[in-house]
């Protein structure tokens, strides 16, 4: 069965750190590319770190949306078929259901909803004092 598990969400207060953590089963997560979205209370889903399949050669590239990057870091760590978000110095408006996915896409850009196969099923982040 494929499925995506995250963990990692909860409450804390502005300028603290979180790590969410996901990690897949069914499916070999090295073979896709990765990323991290979130929805706003009111908001729609965006992309907020993604990083493409890249070849043998080269890892794959990464996109950070413009106001997380610096603060965030998307990582994957293939022996444990297990991907991160390291979130530093959070934000009130980092407060949202944080969702992990999975795309088969070879696009160099890939944070986009459309083109990921598998999804998680969500944690709560809530930044506040």
């Known amino acids: 069965q494929v499925q995506l598990v995250e963990s990692g969400g909860g409450l804390v207060q502005p300028g603290e750190s979180l790590t969410l953590s996901c990690t897949a089963s069914?499916?070999?997560?090295?073979?896709?590319?990765i990323g991290w979205f979130r929805q706003a209370p009111g908001k729609e889903r965006q992309g907020v770190a993604c990083?493409?399949?890249?070849?043998?050669?080269?890892?794959?590239?990464?996109f950070y949306f413009h106001s997380v990057k610096g603060r965030f870091t998307i990582s994957r760590d293939n022996a444990k078929n297990t991907m991160y978000l390291q979130m530093n110095d959070v934000k009130p408006e980092d407060t949202a259901v944080y969702y992990c996915?999975?795309?088969?896409?070879?696009?160099?850009?890939?944070?986009?909803?459309?083109?990921?196969?598998?999804w998680g099923q969500g944690t709560v982040v809530t930044v506040s004092q």
């Open positions: 996915a999975a795309s088969s896409s070879r696009a160099k850009y890939v944070c986009d909803e459309p083109r990921y196969d598998y």
């Open positions: 069914g499916f070999k997560l090295d073979s896709y590319a």
């Open positions: 990083i493409s399949q890249g070849d043998h050669n080269t890892g794959g590239d990464t």
